[in-house]
């Protein structure tokens, strides 16, 4: 009977786990670039009574099915769902948005390279563009002090427009990374995330080459969560950790039955 107690444990365990990450999901409903995450769960070892196939008799009767005992459930992944998010239009010449596959370069105060869909830059005391954290996205870009233009376009190239001239003067190509495996990146916060083996390495390339989004001034991309499917997600969430509460509820008044026999 301790198994009922057990097993209903290893259910209101997963969906607590199960509504975290959906309340993550939320949260960040109108983060830049944040990718939704999903817990996937698996069921755990088997305790086997019969096993299936033995011999049952002298005469080496077959047992067709045998008896096995699931222990519950457990997490088997929470994975980062990358669908693009919506483009959604700014006055901000430096933000910059990816349509489709790619992620920017930025560099940690640790020299460390890493990587991130928030293209949400801005320029610091010496002209580079930088995130709003003050990390230099890679390769440099500087702005001129005298440009009184910047466009970015599709493909990357940084064209500013310098008081007194009349051609648009070339200081910079924007360069994206992308993985084998996005869903092996690890997150650190701040729309920031680092290579691991399981992501693969980056391989590099220009907006707009095979296997690479273009970019687009003036945009941000916004969050990829969809409210009404996380909505959704909650109520069964909660209902299936309602439905385990119950489980261990019976396991309970079960166990108290057989004590209370004389």
């Given amino acids: 009977m301790s198994l009922t107690l057990d097993i209903g444990a290893t259910g209101m365990l997963a969906q607590q786990l199960n509504v975290d990450t959906i309340s993550n999901n939320i949260a960040n409903m109108t983060t830049t670039g944040y990718k939704r995450q999903r817990a996937e769960f698996q069921d755990m070892l088997y305790q086997t009574k019969v096993r299936a196939g033995a011999s049952s008799s002298d005469a ?135 290579v691991t083996e399981a992501s693969g390495t980056a391989v590099i390339g220009n907006p707009g080459a095979a296997g690479y989004g273009e970019l687009r001034q003036s945009f941000l991309e916004a969050s990829n969560v969809n409210v009404v499917e996380e909505i959704t997600a909650l109520i069964q969430a909660q209902r299936a950790y309602e439905m385990n509460s119950k489980v261990i509820q019976a396991g309970d008044q079960m166990l108290n039955t057989v004590t209370q026999l004389r």
């Fill in 60 to 194: 080496s009767t077959t047992i067709p099915v045998g008896i096995q005992q699931g222990m519950g459930v457990k997490t088997g992944a929470v994975y980062r769902i990358n669908e693009q998010g919506a483009l959604q239009s700014t006055s901000n010449k430096f933000d910059l948005a990816i349509a489709d596959q790619g992620y920017f370069q930025v560099t940690l105060p640790s020299g460390e390279t890493a990587y991130t869909r928030d293209g949400s830059f801005q320029l610091n005391q010496t002209g580079q563009m930088v995130t709003a954290q003050g990390y230099t996205l890679q390769p440099g870009i500087t702005i001129p002090s005298d440009a009184v233009d910047v466009t970015i376009n599709g493909s990357g190239q940084v064209l500013v427009k310098i008081q007194g001239q009349s051609a648009m003067t070339n200081v910079g190509q924007i360069q994206l990374a992308i993985f084998p495996n996005d869903g092996g990146l690890e997150a650190l916060g701040n729309n920031l995330s680092i």
